[in-house]
């Protein structure tokens, strides 16, 4: 990688952000991307019967699990409902569609219920 101002009287090694040092000579660790904006996810909000129990999946949600269990557990205590997650989805006990939209909606993400 060339130095700033590369080639000039007034050239420069790059250095790192966090401790001050040469890249090249830098140990520190690379920097840990920020999770996305809950206004990137599409989320879809079905009900379909599982069991012969009427179950709401949240489908949509590409975000790693720490953020699936954080937004489930906000479902969870504010339906008084209880749930998981299950290939990706995150799955709540009984028939809440509307209200999980409206409370998602209300937090940021972009939710639309589907099916009929």
Not at 22 to 25: I, N, P
Not at 43 to 52: N, T
């Given at each position: 990688m060339a130095g700033l101002f590369d080639g000039t009287p007034l050239e420069r090694?790059?250095?790192c952000d966090r401790c001050g040092r040469?890249?090249?000579?830098c140990d520190c660790p690379p920097p840990t991307p920020a999770p996305p904006p809950p206004s990137d996810f599409q989320?879809?909000?079905?009900?379909?019967?599982?069991?012969?129990k009427w179950n709401t999946v949240v489908a949509g949600l590409e975000a790693d699990?720490?953020?699936q269990k954080t937004l489930l557990k906000t479902l969870r205590t504010s339906l008084g409902a209880g749930g998981g997650v299950s290939d990706g989805e995150l799955v709540l006990q009984g028939d809440h569609r509307d209200a999980v939209?409206?409370?998602?909606?209300?937090?940021g993400?972009?939710?639309?219920?589907?099916?009929g």
């Open positions: 090694p790059v250095t040469d890249v090249k000579t989320l879809r909000v079905r009900r379909e019967r599982r069991r012969g699990a720490a953020q939209v409206a409370r998602l909606v209300e937090i993400y972009r939710a639309k219920p589907a099916g």
